[in-house]
C-alpha cells in the first residue's frame, strides 16, 4: 500500500480517501471500508467505495457499492434539505439543491435522480432523460431510475425505447409485474395491440391474481372491438379487487349500458369503503353512469360533479395558456403561410398525407374517422402526440414563448419543411398500408391549424362540431385517461368551448377553404350526404363500404371505442336534456352558444 488509511474523524477520513483514489485507488477502497463499519448508513463512505471499486476495474461490485450509497443518501445534508423542499412543494428551492450537490459531488446517483424527476415535472423531458442515463451509467440496478428513465422515454414519445427498458426490468425483477404491464401498456401505445395482448397474458399466466393486468388487458381487447371479452376482463378484476375504480369505470365507459341499478349499491358500498382518491373519482364516474342508466338523473349528476371536483383537484387546470395560444392566433396568423419554394411536397415523393380531425372531444370525431378509414384509400391511426410536441417545441424556441404567426413568419422553407417531415417520420410508425391519407384524430390539434398549414401543405383538416350543450354535457361525464383538464369543471368547459369556436373561425376567415366542417346532427341524419361532402373535400369518390363503418375491425382506442362498433343511433346527440337543470355555469360560459340545437358553422 503506497498511502495510510485515516481512522480519525469522519471528515479527515472522506478527505483521506478522496486524495488516495487517484494515487492509490485500493487504499482509497480500504479506507472507504473503515468508515462504513463505522457507519453502515454512510452514504459518502460508500459512493467513495464505488469510485475506488470503478478505478481498480470491479464494475459489478461498483455498481452495488453506489446502490448502497442511493439507498442511504438520506444521511447526507444536502440531499435531506433538497428532499424536504421538493416535500413542501417548492421544486425551484429543491433543484437549486441538487445543483449544488452534483457541483460539488457529480457522481452523486440518487441526486441526479431527483433532479431528473423534477425536470420531468417540469416538461425539460430531455434534460430528465440525459440525467437519468448518466444515474444508470453510475449504478445501472437503479430501479427507480430505470423505471423514471422509460417514463422520460415514453413522454418523449420514444415508445421502442420505453419498451426495451421495461422489458430489462421485468427480466431484472420477473416478480414484480408492474413492469410487464407497463411494457405491455406501452405497446398498447404504438398500436402494436397484439403484442400488448400477449404480453398482459403472459403476465397473467404466471399471476392470475393481478388485477390491475387484467384492466390493461381489458383495454386491449376494447380497442381490438372485442367489447365482450373486454368487459369480462374488467369484470374478472372486480372479482379479485371490489375496489378496483378503473375496472368499475372502463365498464361504464364501453358505453353499452352494462352498469345497470344492480350495480348501483355495489359502487356505493366500495365508496364507503373509503379507497384512495384515484379509485374514488373512478367509481363516482362509473356511479354516474348507473345512475343515469337507471334514470335517476339528479343522483348521476350529483355523481358526475363530485367525481370532477375531485379530479379537477387533482390534476389542476390554468386556462391562460389556451386563451393566450388563442390570442397569438387571432392576432398574429393573418394570411396562409406560401406555398415552399422548390421544396417537394410529401405526397409528391409518394407518401401519404395526414388527415386532421380536429374539434371537441365527444363531438363525433372517432364516428368521422371511422367512417373515412373505411374507405381504400384512407388509413385510421390514432389520437398521435407528435404535432402537440413540434408545436409547442417551436413555442419554446430561444427559450421563450413566440407566438404563432411569429414562428411560422421567421421559418424557411426549408425549415418548415423538415418540421413537416419530422412529424411525418413520427407518424410513419403508426401506418404501413400504400394509402393516399392516414388519420391523425387528436383532437386538440385545432390550436395548430395554423403551423398544419405552414409545415404539411398536402395536409387536410376536417373540424367535427357537435351542438354546444350536448357536447359539453358529454365531455363533463367522461372520465379521460390522460389530459382534457378542462373539462371537469362546466364553466371551463364553457369557455373552452368558445375560444375553440372563435379560433376556428379566424382561421376560417384568414385561410378560407383549409377546415372543412362536419356536422355530427346532419352526420346521424345524412351520413351518406355528409361523408359525401368530406370525401369531396379531400378529392376522394364515395364508396358504399363506408356505410359499414361498425363493421370495420381495425383499433380504436378512444372512449367512443364500442359506440363506432355500432350503427348510428340519434339518442346520442340528446343525453344532456335530462340534466338540464343543473347545467346553469355550462350555459352561462357558453352565452348565445348555449341556445344553439345544432352544431354551429
Known amino acids: 500500500m503506497t498511502a495510510s488509511v485515516d481512522a480519525g474523524s469522519r471528515a479527515q477520513a472522506l478527505q483521506n480517501g478522496l486524495a488516495l483514489l487517484g494515487p492509490d485507488p485500493a487504499a482509497a477502497l480500504e479506507q472507504a471500508g473503515v468508515m462504513v463499519e463505522v457507519d453502515p448508513g454512510d452514504a459518502d463512505a460508500h459512493r467513495l467505495a464505488a469510485k475506488a471499486l470503478r478505478r481498480l476495474g470491479r464494475a459489478e461490485a461498483a455498481a452495488r457499492a453506489e446502490l448502497a450509497a442511493i439507498r442511504n443518501s438520506g444521511s447526507v445534508p444536502a440531499i435531506q434539505h433538497a ?101 405491455a401498456a406501452t405497446l398498447a401505445r404504438m398500436d402494436r395491440h397484439e403484442e400488448a395482448l400477449a404480453a398482459y397474458d403472459a403476465l397473467l399466466a404466471a399471476q392470475p391474481g393481478n388485477a390491475m393486468a387484467l384492466v390493461g388487458r381489458g383495454h386491449v381487447l376494447k380497442t381490438l372491438g372485442r367489447g365482450e371479452e373486454s368487459e369480462a376482463s374488467y369484470r374478472a378484476a372486480i372479482a379479485l379487487d371490489p375496489a378496483c375504480g378503473e375496472a368499475w369505470w372502463s365498464i361504464a365507459n364501453l358505453k353499452t349500458g352494462a352498469l345497470d341499478a344492480d350495480a348501483i349499491g355495489t359502487i356505493e358500498a366500495q365508496i364507503a369503503g373509503q379507497p384512495n382518491e384515484k379509485s374514488l373519482v373512478n367509481l363516482l364516474f362509473a356511479l354516474g353512469n348507473a345512475k343515469e342508466n337507471a334514470g335517476d338523473f339528479e343522483g348521476a349528476f350529483n355523481a358526475y360533479l363530485d367525481g370532477n371536483r375531485r379530479w379537477r383537484r387533482i390534476t389542476g387546470y390554468n386556462p391562460d395558456w389556451v386563451r393566450q395560444r388563442s390570442a397569438d392566433i387571432v392576432e398574429t396568423v393573418t394570411a396562409p403561410a406560401p406555398p415552399p419554394a422548390h421544396v417537394e411536397t ?191 373535400y379531400l378529392g376522394l369518390s364515395f364508396e358504399d363500404d363506408i356505410l359499414d363503418f361498425h363493421r370495420n375491425p381495425r383499433a380504436v382506442r378512444t372512449a367512443s371505442a364500442q359506440q363506432v362498433r355500432r350503427p348510428i343511433r340519434r339518442k346520442d346527440t340528446e343525453d344532456w336534456v335530462p340534466f338540464s337543470t343543473w347545467l346553469e355555469p355550462l350555459r352561462n360560459a357558453l352565452g348565445d352558444l348555449a341556445t344553439l340545437e345544432t352544431a354551429p358553422d
Open 83 to 183: 428532499l424536504a423542499a421538493i416535500q413542501s412543494g417548492d421544486d425551484t428551492k429543491g433543484e437549486s439543491l441538487l445543483r449544488e450537490r452534483i457541483a460539488a459531488e457529480p457522481d452523486d446517483a440518487g441526486a441526479l435522480y431527483l433532479l431528473a424527476a423534477i425536470a420531468l415535472r417540469t416538461g425539460a423531458l430531455a434534460d430528465a432523460a440525459a440525467l437519468l442515463q448518466k444515474a444508470l451509467a453510475l449504478a445501472p440496478a437503479f430501479v427507480e431510475a430505470k423505471a423514471l428513465f422509460a417514463t422520460a422515454l415514453s413522454e418523449m414519445h420514444d415508445f421502442a425505447g420505453s419498451v426495451q427498458v421495461y422489458r430489462e426490468l421485468a427480466e431484472q425483477d420477473p416478480a414484480n409485474g408492474e413492469w410487464q404491464s407497463r411494457m
Open 346 to 536: 410529401h405526397m409528391e415523393t409518394g407518401g401519404p398525407a395526414p388527415i386532421f380531425i380536429v374539434g371537441m372531444p365527444r363531438a363525433g370525431s372517432t364516428l368521422v374517422e371511422q367512417l373515412l378509414s373505411s374507405h381504400s384509400r384512407i388509413e385510421g391511426t390514432a389520437e398521435l402526440p407528435y404535432l402537440p410536441a413540434l408545436a409547442l417545441e417551436a413555442y419554446r424556441g430561444e427559450g421563450k414563448q413566440r407566438p404563432i404567426g411569429q414562428i411560422i413568419a421567421e421559418m424557411s422553407d426549408e425549415e418548415r419543411a423538415e418540421l413537416g417531415q419530422r412529424y411525418l417520420r413520427k407518424a410513419a410508425t403508426h401506418h404501413g398500408t400504400d394509402c393516399r391519407y392516414f388519420i391523425d384524430k387528436t383532437p386538440n390539434n385545432w390550436l395548430f391549424a395554423p403551423l398544419i398549414q405552414a409545415i404539411l401543405p398536402d395536409a387536410r383538416i376536417i373540424d367535427v362540431r357537435r351542438a354546444p350543450m350536448s357536447c359539453c354535457f358529454s365531455n363533463f361525464k367522461q372520465h379521460f385517461a390522460r389530459g382534457q383538464a378542462y373539462s371537469y369543471d362546466l364553466a371551463d368547459l364553457g369557455e373552452y368551448y368558445r375560444i375553440y369556436r372563435n379560433t376556428m373561425a379566424h382561421v376560417d376567415r384568414v385561410m378560407p377553404g383549409l377546415v372543412h366542417r362536419i356536422a355530427y346532427d346532419r352526420l346521424v341524419t345524412d351520413t351518406a350526404g355528409e361523408v359525401t361532402r368530406a370525401l369531396e
